[in-house]
């Protein structure tokens, strides 16, 4: 199914799911945390070296309608050098859901347990520094 707005196509579903050109709004984006359909549990490590490693850009688009507009994120092919869980590969289709090419996409939703993790790194190097200062004081 494939969904135009303006002469340009939006929405499309395919077997492996939905994908959206342009801006999308929603009141909740629900994933499936459930530890019953997970295996292999492992606790993150050196979250702090690896966030401290990525790299946040501006840039502009070509593939979008306002190409002058400034984003902000991450470049994919830089993530995945350092964390490669957080990309995966997006398959662009034209209007007949023809295969034109395949680029890297950021799990952004993702980052968020590694930035948890990072910040209890840190606070555990926090804590040793206090008490140092208080141990000198």
Request: glycine share 4%; proline share 1%.
């Amino acid at each position: 199914c494939i969904l135009y707005h303006n002469n340009s196509q939006r929405i499309t579903t395919t077997s492996s799911g939905i994908t959206v050109t342009g801006t999308g709004t929603a009141t909740d984006w629900i994933a499936t945390s459930d530890r019953k359909l997970k295996r292999n549990i492992e606790p993150l490590e050196d979250s702090l070296d690896k966030v401290l490693k990525l790299q946040g850009k501006s840039f502009t688009r070509i593939d979008v309608e306002d190409k002058t507009k400034k984003h902000i994120g991450l470049i994919a092919q830089e993530v995945e050098e350092i964390v490669p869980e957080l990309v995966s590969e997006a398959r662009l289709t034209d209007d007949d859901d023809k295969y034109v090419d395949t680029v890297k996409a950021v799990k952004y939703e993702k980052i968020t347990a590694l930035l948890i993790e990072a910040i209890k790194e840190q606070q555990i190097q926090i804590e040793e520094l206090k008490a140092k200062v208080n141990k000198n004081t």
